[in-house]
């Protein structure tokens, strides 16, 4: 009964707080999606090369880290409404901008709008941490399981609508492939506005004055640092797998002669991994802990590894389940170290530090898409897969470090 009195001033508004974030989670899952689905397209379209088109990715990427400060410190400063609710405004600004060069034809333009349109990737990204603010210690996982999970629903309908946002923007007089920006704008300007209308009172605010959670598992301060690291490095190198294999999965599906149709499915596949299983995997967290869920995140991206470096040419069946261990072990390697975070760092400090760590896994993203090209075309696909599968097994001594110093 201690337990429960003790929950009872952030168990009502910890119901609301997941609603309106899972709300804004599904609108801000359209409009990353929706951008992500036509962005090199219509940089290649734009620039009449692909060559320069990847350099839309990496400002996104360096846009989106930058953004990650910014929406930490706000939150920590003033709380995680005006911090998240700036962070997808500025999404919406990008959208804007990314539309009115393709109307104007600037290339410059749309490499400045793709910069700040990286802020809503980051403020997706951000929000799970509001959703364990106020979770009791055991079901902090699952309160970040629900919000990422609402991310699917929105990613799943954003591409989907790339066709119809592509006529209406058609008939507006604006070029086809900036419609989904049409979308991504809407959907990231409603998602701000859900966030300073209804989420009220602000998780991270109350967290620091409510009652604190009974947490008998409370590092003492000389354990922060290494559970920070620790969080931080499960996070990062499941992310360095990730995107590397995952970025070079249709490149080399295409020199086998599949097409677009077949690497689509393929990435769908991926992508509905990722997210998904999020439900299941914050239950994990919770009832066997981090280390054992952060070892099950390492054995399923080695088995990715393993399955996408002896894939057959022909095999697309192979490939689609590479890439979903793949998702699979991203999944579960972000959930852990999103918990060993929340778990680790106090309310007063909390958001600027989720946010110094989510400039770590940008720039881990970044340097697993660079890298990848220059592996395979050196080594082969075989040895990138192979090489990131072994990479993700440092996460076990990782998160058994991190265990032994609490």
Do not use: C, K
Request: aromatic fraction near 4%; proline fraction near 6%.
């Amino acid at each position: 009964m201690p337990a429960r009195t003790a929950d009872l001033p952030r168990l009502q508004p910890q119901r609301r707080v997941l609603i309106v974030l899972v709300a804004a989670q599904v609108l801000s899952g359209a409009g990353l999606a929706a951008g992500v689905t036509v962005g090199a397209l219509l940089a290649q379209d734009m620039l009449g090369s692909t060559s320069l088109a990847g350099l839309l990715s990496a400002l996104s990427t360096v846009g989106s880290a930058l953004a990650a400060v910014a929406v930490g410190r706000i939150s920590d400063a003033r709380g995680r409404r005006p911090g998240l609710a700036a962070g997808y405004l500025a999404g919406a600004v990008g959208s804007a901008g990314v539309i009115a060069a393709a109307v104007t034809g600037e290339p410059v333009l749309l490499f400045a709008a793709m910069f700040v349109y990286g802020a809503g990737t980051a403020t997706n990204l951000q929000a799970r941490y509001a959703g364990a603010d106020l979770a009791a210690p055991a079901h902090r996982a699952r309160a970040v399981s629900t919000v990422l999970v609402a991310t699917t629903l929105g990613g799943v309908a954003g591409p989907n609508l790339a066709a119809p946002t592509g006529d209406l923007a058609h008939t507006l007089g604006i070029p086809y492939l900036a419609g989904p920006f049409l979308l991504a704008g809407a959907a990231y300007a409603l998602a701000a506005l859900i966030l300073i209308v209804w989420l009220r009172p602000d998780p991270l605010l109350l967290s620091r004055t409510a009652p604190p959670h009974p947490e008998p598992d409370r590092p003492h301060p000389e354990a922060h640092r290494s559970g920070v690291l620790a969080g931080t490095l499960v996070m990062v190198f499941t992310q360095i797998v990730m995107v590397a294999i995952m970025t070079m999965t249709p490149v080399h599906m295409h020199g086998h002669g599949h097409g677009a149709a077949a690497s689509g499915l393929v990435i769908a596949i991926h992508i509905g991994a990722m997210y998904l299983p999020s439900p299941v995997t914050g239950w994990l967290v919770d009832r066997y802990g981090r280390l054992v869920v952060a070892s099950a995140s390492a054995l399923a991206l080695l088995a990715a590894g393993i399955v996408a470096a002896i894939a057959p040419g022909e095999s697309v069946t192979l490939y689609a389940v590479a890439l979903a261990l793949l998702g699979l072990g991203w999944n579960l390697g972000l959930v852990t170290g999103t918990a060993i975070i929340t778990d680790t760092v106090p309310p007063a400090t909390r958001a600027r530090t989720q946010g110094l760590v989510d400039v770590a896994i940008a720039i881990a993203g970044a340097t697993g898409g660079m890298a990848s090209g220059l592996v395979t075309a050196t080594a082969g696909y075989p040895a990138l897969a192979l090489g990131g599968g072994i990479l993700a097994l440092a996460i076990v001594p990782t998160v058994a470090a991190a265990a032994r110093a609490r």
